[in-house]
């Protein structure tokens, strides 16, 4: 087997879908223990607290509760190389998280046992069904009382749609938790608080009649274990490669993260079955990870990810081939050829430049405000990846200036910053205005949080009489130009340079739509 096709098949690339406060962070942080990325518990929160010191913007995110910012982390595990990408919890920023999603080839749903399914689970598991992303469950916080397992298989499967495969089942649960059951190796892993770090570390009984197991956690809960062990072997299904590959079923964890317990049953079965890179459509043809020839797609930006260097640095899934330093690259939409030598991975906190690259990796590329979200690479085939969402803005308004001669920086920091995608960038073909859209309103706070931070610029947002923007285009370059002369005052340029129509209402775009029926109103800026 060539090199290139071992990488492949050892990635496992995925990111954790939950609600707030479900146990994310303590799980990644768990999950980074065991691939040795990080040596002690506590430092993904250290991490957190070290960015901080470096950069104020994040105490917004502090502040707020929120994870505005997605990191990639990479780490081997058991002969793997698992890719975590990291995903924004606040619905602002959910753009963001689907496309992110559309970067993975498989999920892990987390879930508070005590809440059961919540909203932003909901929304973030239709993504993943958009696209039959293969998910894995685990159920959090099984140190605390909860609401009984099989109720909440129950929920999982009537408002998610998806069949539950419990493959651990917990025996008790709060203060009665004794352990769990592995139903698929027939092992007892027994909760022991403070242990549990490795299987080493952990007290184990192979199967149901081992001796010591019902002196270890008890007559009642062994009797209540075998009883809810019947019931759910009679009713729910087995866990189906198949059915799991398919997005039909979830194999279903039970442990508690911040305990490290039933986090490495979940990581060794994790790296065992969850899925290598797969292929992905382009508009002309499907591309293979095995293919030999480098191709890969920017799913996400970052601005200012480091204020002492300034940089902006684009997110490239690789899809197929190999990345090597110095190569030659095509940006499809743009038929240019770039050489990247820097270009940068990321193992846990510390960036490092990368020298090489496989299918399932992520790669952080220096971008100069040349590269947008959707963006296509190859080694000179002209293809375009699809299905990376990009969202219209719903709101609206102006940047308002505290220091007028603070003008260039104010429009050098909006159009860098909107390069990320969250937000929008508009100026009035007829107006000194500059115009923020977004999708959510929280978005509007970020920005002038970062302004003042990153930029050094002191500005607000304040209502404006614009409700909707469409993209124009005309093949026609006579009737082009007539339309924007009748039409300069409901005109802008985008922060990419394309003109936009911003609507002062509905009605004033569908007339606009009736009497120009020659142009082209796009609702996204269209990637090529
Ligand atoms: P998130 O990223 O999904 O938002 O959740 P995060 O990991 O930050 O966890 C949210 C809270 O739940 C944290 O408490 C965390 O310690 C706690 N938690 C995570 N896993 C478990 C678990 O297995 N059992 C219990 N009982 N709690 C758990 P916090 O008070 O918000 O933060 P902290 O002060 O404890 O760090």
Redesign the pocket.
């Known amino acids: 087997m060539s090199i290139h096709l071992q990488e492949t098949r050892r990635r496992r690339t995925f990111a954790i879908v939950?609600h707030?406060?479900?146990?994310?962070?303590?799980?990644t942080e768990k999950l980074l223990l065991f691939g040795g990325a990080i040596q002690m518990a506590g430092s993904v929160?250290g991490r957190k607290a070290a960015r901080h010191a470096t950069s104020d913007w994040m105490a917004l995110e502090k502040e707020r509760g929120i994870?505005v910012t997605s990191s990639v982390m990479q780490f081997p595990y058991e002969g793997k190389i698992v890719n975590l990408l990291d995903t924004p919890?606040h619905a602002d920023f959910s753009e963001d998280t689907y496309r992110v999603l559309t970067a993975v080839d498989s999920a892990l749903m987390?879930i508070d046992c005590a809440k059961g399914v919540e909203e932003r689970t909901i929304k973030l598991m239709e993504v993943c069904r958009l696209r039959d992303t293969p998910i894995m469950t685990f159920v959090?916080?099984?140190?605390?009382e909860g609401r009984s397992p099989i109720e909440l298989l129950d929920e999982v499967e009537s408002v998610l749609g998806i069949a539950c495969a419990p493959v651990t089942w917990p025996i008790g649960m709060g203060k009665r938790l004794k352990g769990v059951y592995h139903l698929v190796l027939d092992e007892v892993h027994v909760f022991e608080p403070g242990k549990n770090f490795t299987r080493q570390d952990s007290t184990i009984f192979k199967g149901l009649d081992a001796p010591g197991l019902l002196e270890k956690i008890g007559d009642e809960a062994m009797r209540e274990l075998r009883d809810e062990l019947e019931l759910v072997q009679g009713a729910a299904p087995s866990f189906d490669m198949d059915e799991y590959l398919a997005g039909r079923q979830t194999p279903v964890f039970f442990g508690?993260?911040?305990?490290n317990f039933g986090v490495q049953l979940l990581l060794d079965f994790f790296v065992e079955h969850a899925p290598s890179p797969r292929p992905r459509g382009t508009l002309s043809r499907e591309v293979q990870p095995e293919e030999e020839k480098l191709s890969g797609f920017v799913f996400k930006i970052q601005a200012n990810m480091d204020p002492a260097h300034r940089d902006r640095v684009a997110f490239m899934r690789v899809c197929s081939g190999t990345y090597t330093a110095g190569m030659k690259m095509i940006q499809t939409r743009t038929g240019k050829d770039i050489r990247i030598a820097n270009a940068l991975t990321f193992m846990a906190s510390d960036r490092e430049i990368v020298e090489t690259a496989y299918p399932g990796d992520v790669i952080g590329l220096h971008n100069h405000g040349t590269i947008t979200i959707g963006d296509t690479f190859t080694e000179g085939e002209s293809i375009n990846f699809t299905g990376i969402p990009n969202f219209a803005p719903e709101l609206f308004r102006r940047a308002r200036l505290r220091d007028p001669l603070k003008m260039k920086a104010l429009q050098k920091g909006l159009a860098q910053l909107s390069e990320e995608g969250a937000t929008q960038f508009f100026r009035p073909l007829m107006s000194n205005d500059l115009i923020l859209g977004a999708v959510g309103v929280l978005q509007f706070d970020v920005v002038a949080y970062r302004l003042k931070d990153e930029y050094n610029v002191d500005a607000s947002f304040e209502p404006v009489t614009v409700t909707t923007a469409r993209w124009v285009h005309c093949d026609d370059e006579k009737k082009m130009a007539e339309f924007r002369e009748k039409n300069a005052m409901n005109l802008a340029i985008d922060g990419a340079g394309e003109l936009v129509y911003i609507a002062p209402t509905r009605v004033n775009l569908q007339l606009a739509q009736e009497r120009w029926p020659q142009v082209r109103f796009a609702n996204t800026r269209e990637h090529a």
Do not use: E, F, I, Y
């Open positions: 939950s707030p406060d479900a146990g994310k962070t303590t799980l929160k994870s919890g987390v959090n916080k099984l140190d605390r508690s993260a911040v305990n």
